[in-house]
C-alpha cells in the first residue's frame, strides 16, 4: 500500500540506467574489449588452469548487497573471459563444439536489445524468424507448408524432431491421451555413432531408453543396414513399432554420416515415403549428399 500524498516519482522504480551518459561509455568500452578478446583467440593458449584464487572468488556465498555494473564487467572480464574452455580456439581438438563469431556476437546483442517474444505476433522479429525458417525450408527443399522453428541448439533441435516423430507415430492423438495410451510401444532407430541428446529425448518423451535401439557399425563408423534390417524384423514381431529412424549428417567422433538415403528405404520401412523418392543410392559421400539426405528425410 502506498502511503497517502507519496510522490508518484519518487516511487517509481525502473532497471534502467541511472546515468544513461555513463551506460553508454560502457557498452562502448565493453564492446571494444569483446572485440579485442575475439581477435586475440588464436594468440592465446588454448586452455589455462584457473589459479586458485580466482577459483575461490567463483566459489563465495551468495553476495548481500549491490555491485556496480562497472565492477561487474570487470569481474567477468578477470574470470569467464580470462579462462575460457577453449572451444572458440582454433587448436581446440577436445570434442566437437561450436564455437560462435563475430557476427553471432551482434546477432545475440541486438536481439537482447531488441527484446521482443517471438512467439508470435505482429512485429517484425517474428516475421524476421518467420522469414529464416522460411529460407531454411527453401534451402533443403521443403514445401512451402512445412513449419519451421529456430532452437537452441542441436539438443532441443532434436527433441522437436522427435516429439513430431512420436506423435505422428504413436497411434493416438498423444497430446490428448499421453504416450501410455499407444497401442504398442513404439521403437526408435539410430547408429551407435549418434549423439547422447537422442537418448535424453527419448527418455524426456515418455519413451524410455529402451526405445532407441543402437544399430552397430562396421569399421567405417557408418550404420550396418543389415542389422537395421534386423533389429525392425525383431521389434515388429515382438508387437513393437517401428516409429523413426535418425540419420546423422556428420558425427561427433568421426564426422562421419549414417547411410541416411539408404536406411530410410530399409523395408519393412515404417515411415511413409514419398512419391518422389529417388532410387535407392549411395549419395552420401559428400556434403552435397548429406544435403540431399536432410532433403529426403521425413
Ligand atoms: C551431432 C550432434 N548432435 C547434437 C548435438 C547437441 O547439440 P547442442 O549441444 O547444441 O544441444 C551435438 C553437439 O555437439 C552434435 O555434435
Not at 569483446?34 to 575461490?56: E, K, Q, T
Not at 517484425?124 to 532452437?151: I, R, Y
Not at 515411415?271 to 532433403?295: F, I, K, N, S, W
Request: net charge negative; glycine share 10%.
Amino acid at each position: 500500500m502506498r502511503d497517502a500524498g507519496q510522490d508518484d516519482a519518487a516511487i517509481e522504480e525502473s532497471l534502467d540506467p541511472a546515468d544513461w551518459e555513463a551506460a553508454r561509455d560502457l557498452v562502448v568500452r565493453v564492446a571494444g574489449e569483446a572485440v579485442d578478446h575475439l581477435h586475440a583467440v588464436p594468440s592465446r593458449p588454448v586452455w589455462r588452469d584457473m589459479p586458485p584464487d580466482i577459483r575461490a572468488g567463483l566459489a563465495t556465498p551468495l553476495p548481500e548487497g549491490p555491485t556496480a555494473l562497472e565492477n561487474v564487467v570487470r569481474e567477468v572480464f578477470d574470470t569467464a573471459m580470462a579462462y575460457p574452455m577453449g572451444n572458440t580456439h582454433p587448436r581446440f581438438w577436445s570434442w566437437y563444439m561450436g564455437a560462435g563469431n563475430l557476427t553471432g556476437v551482434l546477432a545475440e546483442f541486438l536481439a537482447a536489445v531488441q527484446g521482443s517474444n517471438l512467439g508470435g505476433g505482429n512485429h517484425a522479429a517474428a516475421c524476421m524468424d518467420d522469414q529464416v525458417a522460411g529460407w531454411l525450408k527453401e534451402m533443403v527443399g521443403f514445401p512451402a507448408e512445412a513449419s519451421g522453428t529456430l532452437t537452441s541448439g542441436g539438443s532441443e533441435a532434436n527433441l522437436v524432431g522427435l516429439t513430431v516423430a512420436r506423435n505422428v507415430m504413436a497411434g493416438v492423438d498423444v497430446r490428448a491421451e499421453g504416450i501410455a495410451a499407444a497401442p504398442r510401444p513404439l521403437r526408435f532407430y539410430a547408429f551407435d555413432q549418434v549423439h547422447g541428446c537422442h537418448l535424453k529425448a527419448v527418455e524426456g518423451l515418455g519413451l524410455g531408453r529402451k526405445a532407441l535401439r543402437l544399430i552397430p557399425t562396421g569399421g567405417d563408423f557408418r550404420i550396418d543396414l543389415a542389422a537395421l534390417r534386423v533389429a525392425i524384423a525383431e521389434d515388429r514381431a515382438a508387437g513393437l513399432k517401428p516409429a523413426c529412424i535418425i540419420g546423422t549428417a556428420g558425427t561427433v567422433n568421426a564426422g562421419q554420416r549414417s547411410r541416411l538415403i539408404a536406411a530410410r528405404r530399409v523395408p519393412p520401412h515404417p515411415l511413409e515415403h514419398r512419391a518422389d523418392d529417388p532410387p535407392m543410392r549411395e549419395t552420401d559421400r559428400d556434403h552435397v549428399g548429406a544435403a540431399e539426405c536432410v532433403v529426403h528425410a521425413d
